[in-house]
Nanobody
Framework: QEQFVESGGGSVEAGGSLELSCEVSAYTFRSNCMGWFRQAPGGEREGVATIYTNDATTYYNAAVKGRFTISQDRAKHTIYLRMNNLKPEDTAMYYC??????????????????????WGQGKQVTVSS
């Protein structure tokens, strides 16, 4: 059972920045697709960004492209989500996820799909206007 160590998030005013991090085992980090997803109250879980840990190729939901940055630190087996210029509509629970199916890292014609096999517990991000 993979364990995710998620940290970060919190509350900020619109226009502010926050960062999330998600640490997994070294074995998992070797060559997998990892991603960040979010779910607002009453809404469906939607993909935010993905990263292929082998070569750090990234993919973004159009709604966050240019404001959010997904990155990784291989030595720490950790991925990050830096969120800048946050908007109230970014308020949600944010989840880290991982899957060995590499095609999940390059969705066609839409945001990353929330079909990853393994999930973290989630961290709350709240943006006030």
């Amino acid at each position: 059972q993979e364990q995710f160590v998620e940290s970060g998030g919190g509350s900020v005013e619109a226009g502010g920045s926050l960062e999330l991090s998600c640490e997994v085992s070294a074995y998992t980090f070797r060559s997998n697709c990892m991603g960040w997803f979010r779910q607002a109250p009453g809404g469906e879980r939607e993909g935010v960004a993905t990263i292929y840990t082998n070569d750090a190729t990234t993919y973004y939901n159009a709604a966050v492209k240019g404001r959010f940055t997904i990155s990784q630190d291989r030595a720490k087996h950790t991925i990050y989500l830096r969120m800048n210029n946050l908007k109230p509509e970014d308020t949600a629970m944010y989840y880290c996820a991982e899957d060995e199916k590499l095609d999940l890292c390059t969705p066609i014609g839409g945001p990353p799909r929330a079909v990853f096999q393994r999930w973290g517990q989630g961290k709350q991000v709240t943006v006030s206007s």
